[in-house]
């Protein structure tokens, strides 16, 4: 199944994002293949980067909600990646809250916090441990 937005694996991992210009059916076809993939692949996180979104109507709004519902209801540690802070005004203006989601602000800071370091990361560390 494709819901024309691609969902990444990244071991137990999942990463995918939204786009403003989301319509009905792919909203749908997106929900359905990320649940779907949660359950059948024992996904323990999933992050939905939202960058590319620089205003966000009640429509997409409700998507992302449902998605981070249906996700934590999975299982999987739901966080919203890359929000602006015209996303997050809109989202506030809405009266619409993202319940049991963790925010991080880029894909990179969301992967380190389920537990993901960058190559060299921990070289680095070492090299600067007394």
């Not at 996700?71 to 990646?81: C, E, K, P, S, T």
């Amino acid at each position: 199944m494709n819901a024309g937005l691609p969902i990444l694996r990244l071991g137990d991992v999942l990463l995918s994002g939204l786009l403003s210009d989301l319509d009905d059916k792919t909203a749908l076809a997106f929900t359905d293949e990320l649940t779907a993939r949660i359950s059948t692949e024992g996904i323990r996180g999933v992050v939905i980067d939202i960058s590319r979104l620089e205003i966000i109507d009640s429509f997409v709004a409700r998507v992302l909600m449902q998605l981070a519902d249906s996700g934590r209801l999975l299982g999987a540690r739901m966080i919203v990646a890359g929000m602006r802070p015209a996303v997050a005004l809109t989202l506030t203006e809405l009266g619409l809250r993202l319940t049991g989601v963790q925010t991080a602000l880029n894909a990179e800071q969301a992967m380190e916090l389920l537990g993901w370091r960058r190559p060299g990361k921990a070289g680095e560390e070492a090299a600067h441990a007394p």
